[in-house]
């Protein structure tokens, strides 16, 4: 490429972004600019999301070459990267405005500019929205998760429309303890395969969002459960939190609220469990909801407990325990309750037989096991709350 036309077009994308009497914002500069020379600008925040777009050509979709963008990499070290998506080539690098980290994407519609020439346009670019002393608005898919998140409705019904959120929302998640750049690929790899958007936001060490555009049949929503279980524990988290069948913002903020009241008991109850679906957070919230208030359905639920508490208290704590492993930790299987109490299988199937014969009743009946499961739910919380 010659050095003229590098020159012009330099030249002329500097003309239209300081042509400071003609336009009356960065923003429409910045889109004269790119429709006279040819080009494309997306800027995004650093969870990706968009906060300013110049689209001057279609012939690929934003999100896939963010999901691209996130696939080759998101540290500090792939600032300033190319990426082919569907044969268009997007140049990727970061800016800061007042202070803060954005990533920047430029697309030469025709594939005429060398990259030194891209990255000088970047650099143009970067010095205008300076002068201009252009801020960005306000992160609107950051700002639809938090309302949610936050139980405020009307607001994230305002944002949905603002961000043109079209698609039925079919789940929400947070996990916690995973790295940004690991999460966000996992994600990304895992929106590519479901069919599906992922709304997210990455704050301190938690991953929150929204999976808008699969409504879930009962079937598929078995595979795309243990799909996403499966990747998800593969990333090592703290936790996870997941709740489907959301259709709305209503349920989407109600799913956040039970989330939230959840999550300081549920380690109590699920103790070796990372990965926790709406059943598992409903039945944590009706025990907390429970132990609260007390009264006689509390002490309905303890009773059936008796029988351990009034054996030898040794003896008793023993079995006590057995089934709650049984129960609550290893889907009710022997072998993976006498694994996790390193104990052989037999000396597992002799409790549970001991356990029977104390009840009085089958523990694997279908009317038995809700009552026991939460009674052995409760007694755990009670655990916790005697400790102090």
């Not at 429709?35 to 969870?47: M, P, R, Y």
């Not at 879930?216 to 279980?229: F, I, P, V």
Request: proline content about 2%; hydrophobic content about 40%; charged content about 25%.
């Amino acid at each position: 490429m010659s050095g003229t036309f590098s020159n012009d077009l330099i030249n002329n994308t500097i003309y239209h972004l300081l042509n400071f009497e003609k336009h009356s914002s960065f923003q429409a500069a910045a889109r004269e600019a790119a429709v006279n020379n040819n080009f494309q600008i997306v800027l995004l925040t650093e969870d990706f999301n968009q906060v300013f777009t110049v689209e001057t050509l279609h012939r690929t979709s934003i999100e896939e070459a963010v999901r691209l963008r996130i696939e080759g990499g998101i540290g500090p070290d792939q600032g300033n990267v190319s990426i082919m998506v569907d044969g268009v080539r997007t140049y990727w690098g970061t800016v800061r405005i007042n202070g803060e980290k954005y990533y920047m994407f430029l697309v030469d519609n025709d594939d005429s500019y060398t990259s030194s020439e891209i990255k000088k346009l970047a650099e143009i670019i970067e010095l205008a929205m300076g002068m201009w002393n252009y801020s960005p608005v306000r992160d609107v898919t950051a700002e639809f998760i938090r309302a949610m998140r936050r139980g405020n409705k009307s607001l994230a019904y305002i944002l949905r429309e603002e961000g043109n959120f079209t698609e039925e929302i079919d789940s929400v998640f947070i996990i916690t303890g995973v790295g940004k750049e690991e999460g966000f690929k996992t994600i990304s790899s895992l929106e590519k395969e479901i069919g599906c958007r992922i709304l997210k936001i990455a704050e301190d060490d938690e991953i929150c969002g929204v999976v808008m555009g699969r409504v879930s049949t009962k079937g598929e929503e078995e595979g795309w459960l243990l799909e996403a279980r499966g990747r998800l524990e593969s990333l090592e988290p703290d936790m996870v939190f997941y709740a489907n069948q959301v259709r709305n913002v209503e349920g989407a903020a109600d799913a956040f609220q039970m989330i939230n009241e959840a999550w300081p008991f549920i380690h109590s109850i699920f103790p070796r469990q990372k990965i926790f679906t709406k059943y598992e957070l409903a039945l944590v919230g009706n025990c907390v909801n429970i132990a609260m208030k007390g009264g006689t359905v509390k002490k309905n639920y303890m009773n059936l407990l008796d029988p351990f508490l009034n054996m030898n208290e040794g003896k008793g704590r023993q079995l006590l325990e057995t089934l709650a492993i049984f129960m609550l930790d290893a889907g009710m299987n022997t072998s993976k309750t006498a694994s996790l109490m390193d104990l052989h299988t037999n000396t597992i199937q002799y409790r549970l037989k001991r356990i029977r014969e104390i009840l009085g009743v089958d523990i694997m009946k279908a009317t038995v096991i809700p009552g026991l499961v939460m009674a052995l739910a409760m007694e755990r919380i009670e655990k916790i709350t005697r400790a102090f």
